[in-house]
């Protein structure tokens, strides 16, 4: 029953002092993590910069080495994880919207088998194959939409996003379709970024507890090299982890959020059921440009917004993964029953052709005829 739910009519806005001033609380809080981690970064990129490699490190062919390869790495990297703040990750399109009409009458609906009826007739005409339990439409109280496939609520950023992964802290957004890449290529280069620091200031921190002169080591630049080599490191297991996690969804062609619930279709769950191979999983969230794979550029295919006209067929899946591997809205699926794709290749074989091969039967008329 719907009777629950809130009409969805425009509200006065709140002019409540304490609650605005909850709001506004709740915001900056929101941004501590950020803080945090801008923190750290900031305090690394001084431990590395000035504390190691122009006041410990006497070669001048290791402070040009070291510091062109920090600075490498640390622009990719920093650029990685901006991108992965501050990108919209988007919405539902209005397509997906329940007219008013439709709502007033899912108010008004005395059982559930009403209100899943009148669901289910609006989604029949969206490009969705995902459903509940009971196998009805999957319909969001709080938005007032049916949701497209691999799109769930956030509760932190209070709407429905598309192909949400969950909700990261420590970038104050959701990590979903259109800035997956983005944080994925920010794991792996923070990894790779925490190892270069360890590999790179591990000597000057075996001197440091030799007590040895080599490097001068020398006052607070010690210690500050000292918690610069554990953070690394820490940070290091950390991150692998966290990326390695990640590489196996991408080859599963999984979000966080799957792989712990499965996606349901009309035939049930199924972990797999958007895996269209490793490559082409790949291919889904780095896109098909390889020179911009491993850059923080959107190349996803499709830009997350995009309604088709109808969603696209197993065959379809099969054979065109190069044009279209997800939108953010349609993704293709693969095909689960081996017999079912070989009658739509015949089918599709035959709608080619006017009509099937004469041949065989102008010759069997013509033997009877004889006869």
């Known amino acids: 029953m719907m009777t629950s739910m809130e009409p969805r009519v425009s509200h006065p806005r ?7 001033s909850c709001q506004h609380c709740f915001l900056l809080v929101k941004w501590i993590p950020v803080v945090f981690i801008m923190s750290i970064i900031a305090w690394s990129y001084y431990a590395y910069v000035y504390e190691l490699c122009i006041l410990t490190v006497n070669s001048v062919l290791d402070q040009i080495i070291y510091l062109a390869g920090y600075h490498l790495i640390f622009v990719i990297f920093m650029w990685s994880y901006i991108k992965t703040i501050f990108t919209d990750v988007g ?3 209005p397509e997906f919207k329940l007219p008013q009409s439709l709502y007033d009458r899912l108010n008004e609906a005395d059982s559930e088998g009403t209100t899943r009826q009148l669901l289910d007739s ?18 969001c109280e709080k938005c007032y ?3 497209p496939d691999r799109t769930h609520h956030c509760s932190v ?5 598309p192909k949400m992964d969950h909700h990261c802290p420590w970038v104050n957004n959701c990590v979903a379709f259109k800035n997956y890449k983005f944080f994925v290529l920010f794991l792996g280069y923070g990894l790779i970024y925490c190892i270069f620091i360890s590999l790179t200031s591990l000597q000057y921190f075996v001197a440091f507890w030799k007590f040895t002169s080599q490097g001068h080591l020398e006052g607070m630049g010690k210690f500050h090299i000292l918690f610069l080599f554990f953070v690394a490191v820490m940070f290091a297991i950390s991150l692998g982890s966290l990326f390695s ?16 619930r499965a996606p349901i279709f009309h035939s049930g769950p199924d972990k797999d059921g958007f895996s269209l191979g490793r490559y082409n999983n790949f291919q889904e969230v780095f896109g098909d440009n390889k020179a911009l794979w491993f850059l923080p550029i959107f190349t996803s295919l499709g830009d997350g917004l995009k309604f088709p006209i109808r969603s696209m067929t197993c065959y379809e899946a ?10 953010g809205v349609t993704f293709p699926q693969r095909c689960l029953d081996e017999d079912s794709q070989q009658l739509l290749a015949s089918n599709q074989r035959w709608s080619d052709t006017e009509s099937p091969p004469p041949e065989r039967h102008q010759v069997t008329e013509l033997d009877v005829r004889i006869l």
């Open 122 to 139: 609006f989604a029949r005409n969206l490009p969705v194959s995902n459903t509940t339990m009971n196998g009805a439409a999957r319909y």
């Open 145 to 147: 939409h049916v949701k």
């Open 245 to 260: 996690y990640h590489c196996y969804l991408i080859t599963k062609n999984r979000s966080t959020l799957e792989s712990f």
């Open 91 to 93: 919405g539902v399109p």
């Open 14 to 20: 709140n002019t409540n002092p304490i609650r605005q």
């Open 318 to 327: 099969m054979g065109n993964t190069q044009q279209s591997l997800g939108d």
């Open 157 to 161: 950023c209070r709407k429905c996003v």
